[in-house]
């Protein structure tokens, strides 16, 4: 497990210096079932009533890649960064 300070002092683009940035964890939101390419993929998903590929039988990787969203204080820039793969992240109070 790793723990996370909730606010972190770095670099705005924006401001043009180094700011207070609120930490949150990164979900990627609900996919669109009318855009191009998830109807491509249902699409190719029908087949002759089978799967497209072959069913995983194992999940070897067991853990996700954490992404954070850092928001700045003063002006609302967002951007994100990439920790890596953790089993669990605990975003505390520093």
């Known amino acids: 497990?790793?723990?996370f300070p909730k606010t972190v002092r770095m670099y705005c683009p924006r401001c043009d210096a180094y700011t207070d940035h609120?930490?949150?964890t990164y979900s990627s939101?609900?996919?669109r079932t009318l855009s191009e390419g998830q109807r491509r993929y249902l699409r190719k998903l029908k087949g002759y009533g089978s799967t497209r590929k072959p069913k995983q039988k194992t999940l070897y990787k067991?853990?996700?890649k954490v992404t954070l969203k850092l928001?700045?204080?003063q002006c609302g820039y967002v951007s994100?960064?990439?920790l890596?793969?953790?089993k669990k992240i605990?975003?505390?109070e520093r």
């Open 29 to 31: 939101g609900k996919r």
């Open 62 to 64: 067991v853990t996700k």
């Open 84 to 86: 890596g793969r953790l």
């Open 90 to 92: 605990e975003i505390v």
């Open 80 to 82: 994100m960064k990439t």
């Open 71 to 73: 928001t700045c204080r």
């Open 1 to 3: 497990m790793m723990k």
């Open 22 to 24: 609120s930490v949150s």
